[in-house]
């Protein structure tokens, strides 16, 4: 009922920035979180960053002061704006979003497919 598609990952040196992106379409009511998550080899997804309807951020401490993240309402897609990159962020990288598709519908969460991000010199 929630398509997510990403895009915008790739390979990038150390010290790089790369800019995510994902919009969602489909039967959408109302956005509540989108956020983006990543997932390393060997290692369990954790969330990165997350932006509520009203605009108030979360960031891994991981990213803070590196990654931005941004939503446009309007058009239902989310950003993640990646600057000085480390090989450490090499993962794969999901969107999620919160979402219903009617009024009296409760909230779901969708992911996207993935898009994987490199950073390796």
């Known amino acids: 009922q929630v398509q997510l598609v990403e895009s915008g990952g790739g390979l990038v040196q150390p010290g790089g920035s790369l800019r995510l992106s994902c919009a969602a379409s489909?039967?959408?009511?109302?956005?509540?979180?989108m956020g983006w998550y990543r997932q390393a080899p060997g290692k369990q997804r954790e969330l990165v960053a997350g932006?509520?309807?009203?605009?108030?951020?979360y960031y891994a401490d991981s990213v803070n002061g590196r990654f931005t993240i941004s939503r446009d309402n309007t058009q239902n897609t989310v950003h993640l704006q990646m600057n000085s990159l480390e090989p450490e962020d090499t993962a794969i990288y999901y969107c999620?979003?919160?979402?219903?598709?009617?009024?009296?519908?409760?909230?779901?969460?969708?992911w996207g497919q993935g898009t994987q991000v490199t950073v390796s010199s």
């Open positions: 999620n979003v919160r979402a219903r598709v009617g009024v009296v519908s409760g909230w779901d969460e969708y």
């Open positions: 489909g039967r959408i009511f109302s956005i509540s979180a």
């Open positions: 932006i509520f309807s009203d605009g108030r951020t």
